[in-house]
């Protein structure tokens, strides 16, 4: 039976008397979901939720290949991963094999906040510095490092006053709501390579996603990386691209977001799709850099990496592989777009279409001439959508932007539900 004897709303008044109240709930009233299959979500009452937002489970939720692997490896081996055994090492093989050379060398650990902590630690510690460049409207982690790096607004107003003095923070590069706009946006690379060039010491490395998934999928602008990534490298910095949202395929193009800028990067973050749900994440780096960060002490997780976070993610990535999950991101994901901006020629608030593949943004604006945020609008067309059994959420600095990052397995009868169910609540009010 999904409902336990006790009723949904007794549960939720438990809850919010036990959990600190850290937590997005979304909804003042959320639904109580207690399974997941596919692009599905069903709640406790029975009914069935189209799920638009969880990049998590990138190859659908309750994948049964990932449920008898990590049940079977469970059942034959769980230990510290001090150990010798095969599972770590699949894993690590398979994960370099999937990055461009030089990058080969893996550490893995539990989630995405501390995949970008130690990719932080290894820029220190590769480069004797403690300078870290980000950019403005990122989210990256929830750890003091990572959060440190955090500097959207979105939840903090404070957030970029308060970084601590080794992050320096250049203009968040979007180029639909940033500084620069539209053709403008192409000042911004020179305008970060120019300030990385002029700090007083040298950094020990950039960080950024590499297409921006915080700001709700707005591609870098042509040459971005590439020019900030040679600044940065030119005063001997290391280039990190935090791709825990928007790689392994999601992005149709591309497996990598850094591909779309034709760069390679010196370090590279994954987490969250790669266990498909499952906690698990890793760095990857070259050769060069992982031996100048061995040679300041051992890295060890104790569960990083662990059997069954190994078999977990082993398996993500070749269910990817087989199910062809990142052609169907391409396919779907254009279907999708095409079809939103279609709505956007119907409706005013949609300011625009961000994104590729299946990581779309669709950015709600009060006027489309100052691109006012129609923040409140999104709030509540994201209750709206809920009322018709379609689960999306807000992004971005100034939460008005849907995301839309389904499970990879989203069929097209199901893209154009979404899209019919966003136009009739756009048509009808919120
Ligand atoms: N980096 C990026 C780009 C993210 O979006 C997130 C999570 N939203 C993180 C890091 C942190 O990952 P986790 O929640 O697994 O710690």
Redesign the pocket.
């Known amino acids: 039976p999904l409902t336990e004897p006790e009723d949904d709303a007794a549960l939720l008044r438990r809850r919010d008397a036990a959990l600190a109240d850290v937590q997005e709930h979304y909804w003042s009233a959320p639904p109580r979901i207690e399974r997941g299959w596919g692009v599905h979500l069903v709640e406790s009452r029975g009914r069935v939720l189209l799920d638009m937002v969880n990049n998590?489970t990138a190859i659908g939720h309750a994948h049964p290949a990932v449920t008898a692997a990590v049940a079977r490896q469970l059942g034959l081996l769980n230990t510290n991963s001090r150990f010798h055994y095969r599972a770590i090492t699949d894993l690590a093989t398979t994960l370099a094999g999937l990055l461009p050379d030089p990058l080969d060398r893996v550490l893995l650990v539990?989630?995405?906040?501390?995949?970008?902590d130690l990719a932080i630690r290894v820029a220190h510690a590769a480069t004797g510095r403690t300078g870290i460049v980000a950019v403005g409207e990122?989210?990256?982690?929830?750890?003091l490092a990572?959060d440190a790096v955090s500097t959207s607004i979105a939840d903090n107003p404070n957030a970029i006053g308060t970084r601590p003095d080794w992050v320096h923070v250049v203009d968040a590069p979007n180029a639909y709501r940033g500084r620069h706009r539209d053709a403008e946006a192409r000042r911004y690379g020179p305008e970060a390579a120019a300030a990385i060039r002029a700090l007083p010491s040298p950094p020990a490395a950039f960080l950024a996603?590499p297409f921006f998934?915080?700001a709700g999928g707005v591609p870098l602008p042509d040459g971005y990386l590439r020019e900030v990534y040679s600044a940065v490298r030119e005063r001997g910095g290391l280039a990190i691209a935090?791709?825990?949202?928007?790689g392994l395929g999601r992005l149709g193009r591309w497996f990598w977001g850094f591909e779309q800028q034709g760069v390679v990067p010196d370090v590279v973050?994954v987490?969250?799709s790669l266990g498909n749900g499952f906690?698990v994440?890793a760095v990857i780096t070259t050769a060069d850099v992982a031996r100048r960060f061995g040679s300041e002490g051992s890295f060890f997780s104790s569960t990083g990496g662990s059997p069954v976070s190994s078999v977990a993610a082993s398996t993500v990535l070749r269910v990817l592989r087989e199910e062809g999950l990142q052609e169907r991101a391409r396919v779907v994901g254009d279907r999708l777009r095409t079809a939103l901006e279609g709505l956007a020629a119907r409706h005013g608030i949609i300011g625009a279409v961000h994104g590729a593949g299946l990581y779309l943004g669709v950015e709600l604006v009060r006027d489309r001439a100052t691109r006012t945020p129609a923040t409140v609008e999104a709030a509540a067309i994201c209750d709206r959508l809920l009322t018709r059994g379609v689960v999306v959420q807000p992004t971005g600095d100034h939460k008005n932007v849907l995301k839309i990052k389904p499970p990879l397995v989203l069929p097209e009868d199901a893209a154009d539900f979404f899209v019919a169910q966003l136009d009739e609540v756009l048509a009808t009010g919120w």
């Open positions: 998590v539990n989630s995405g906040s501390e995949a970008v990122a989210y990256h982690g929830w750890t990572s996603e998934g915080n935090d791709e825990v949202q928007v973050t987490a969250k906690p994440g």
